[in-house]
């Protein structure tokens, strides 16, 4: 509910003249996400004209669903906490979660980037001062609103009153068709398409952030049959519209096939429980009742190991005093997907699997965290679980991201089929490619998305300044 509010009071404030004549800017963003308002806004402190262009009615794209946080590696908010976390753990998890098939070169530009990203957040008045620890991280660096609220309303919250402070003029409800580029390849432009007909936008410098494609199952199923008819995470947006642009306009496309699945999503209703809910000490348990799998392995990891459990689900469980422990957690059990019982025996009839069986797991789980490490290589274990009431919610994968897409380098500008920079283009969040590799680490589509948009924002601004 708070994200549609907040969804809805930004297409109120952003309802924008939009007259369908030619307009002329420095920087034409496209796509009015997180990346894109990272650039709009970065480019406007800088002193740009910006425009930005958003097919959709509201602002915020896959961003305002976001759940988790945040990574970043040596902030003050960790050192404050004793955590002795560092860019080059930062780096290793990144690269590992990945598979090693990151750019390494985009990689560190992430990781050493991150923690500017979240001090300039929280200087716009964003609120990211909880640290939690997410699955496939070395130390707790998942940077989240207090108390672990949903980072994606607060981060587009914020970045809407920024946009807002500087008057960024925002055409919602406008199509982006075609990236214009003149005869020598360079980048002029690009074509709209609004509720009063098609002009053009005429730009020194544009940066596409238009999103990924995880919500247009017949792209994925193309570059991944086994992914056809998955239910996704995705905003109705999700269509890699952007793609096809910049692929028009000659860019390159890389690792499409490496498309990420969320382990828990609830199925048949499309919402996706965060992998804070783990990191805070939850626990999966299949239709037996059983453990089966270490809970903060990779997304990927955790997500073939549910779908080999019986019926392809598996159940989310936790205590009050996980709950208590993580905001998050409200929205969830007031839904009907919850199910809940004062006692073991309670929740487990709930659930419908055998409450000796879950008791004994839990049981297990309860000595694994008393030798420091579990059966399945669990070794944070914060909660005994063993506190009433007792929460289920079932689970199953579904497409939550796709890591492949524009091929860019550490100054986000893009690269055609040639391997050569298409002047004026620049790309940034989750409509490039090479910064997740194989799997993209919980926390890191947040710090992708600040980090490479500010970027984008900049560069596009220096290359405007000196273009003819």
């Known amino acids: 509910m708070k994200k549609i509010l907040v969804a809805t009071a930004v297409a109120a404030a952003f309802g924008c003249v939009q007259a369908a004549e030619d307009i002329t800017v420095d920087v034409a963003v496209i796509g009015a996400g997180g990346a894109g308002l990272s650039a709009a806004v970065e480019a406007t402190n800088l002193g740009a004209k910006v425009v930005v262009i958003e097919k959709m009615a509201m602002v915020g794209g896959n961003t305002i669903r976001a759940a988790g946080g945040l990574n970043a590696a040596g902030t003050a908010l960790q050192a ?115 509720k009063d007909g098609s002009y053009t936008v005429h730009a020194k410098a544009v940066v596409d952030a238009a999103g990924g494609f995880g919500g247009n199952n017949d792209m994925v199923a193309s570059y991944v049959p086994r992914l056809k008819g998955f239910a996704t995470t995705n905003h109705p947006g999700a269509t890699g519209d952007g793609l096809k642009l910049a692929e028009k306009a000659g860019a390159q496309l890389i690792q499409m096939e490496e498309i990420q699945t969320h382990p828990t999503v609830v199925p048949k209703v499309g919402e996706m429980i965060t992998e804070a809910v783990r990191g805070n000490g939850a626990i999966l348990v299949n239709k037996e009742g059983k453990r089966f799998f270490n809970e903060l392995d990779t997304r990927d990891a955790v997500s073939a190991a549910i779908l080999k459990q019986k019926d392809a689900v598996a159940y989310l469980f936790f205590d009050s005093d996980m709950q208590k422990s993580l905001k998050a957690t409200n929205k969830y059990i007031k839904q009907s997907y919850t199910v809940k019982g004062e006692t073991i025996e309670e929740v487990a009839k709930a659930m419908g699997v055998d409450a000796a069986a879950l008791q004994a797991s839990l049981n297990t789980w309860k000595e694994g965290k008393a030798k420091g490490k579990d059966a399945f290589g669990r070794a944070n274990m914060p909660r005994d679980l063993d506190k009433g009431p007792f929460y289920a919610i079932m689970v199953t994968p579904a497409v939550h991201h796709t890591m492949g897409g524009i091929k860019i380098d550490s100054k986000t500008q893009v690269y055609n089929t040639k391997g050569q920079v298409i002047p004026g283009l620049y790309a940034a969040g989750e409509i490039t490619g090479g910064v997740h590799g194989g799997n993209r680490l919980g926390g890191n589509a947040q710090a992708d998305i600040v980090t490479f948009g500010r970027i984008a924002g900049q560069q596009a601004y220096i290359y405007a300044k000196q273009a003819k």
């Open 80 to 194: 404050a906490k004793g955590t002795k976390d560092s860019v080059e753990i930062a780096f290793y998890d990144t690269m590992k979660g990945g598979h090693w098939k990151n750019d390494p070169e985009l990689v560190r530009t992430l990781v050493s980037g991150a923690a500017s990203s979240v001090e300039w957040l929280l200087a716009l008045g964003g609120d990211l001062r909880d640290v939690g620890l997410m699955a496939g991280a070395s130390f707790p660096r998942t940077h989240r609103p207090t108390g672990g609220a949903l980072v994606g309303p607060e981060v587009i919250r914020t970045l809407w009153t920024a946009a807002k402070a500087r008057n960024i003029e925002m055409r919602m409800n406008t199509k982006a068709t075609k990236i214009i580029t003149d005869r020598s390849g360079k980048v002029t432009g690009v074509k709209v398409e609004g």
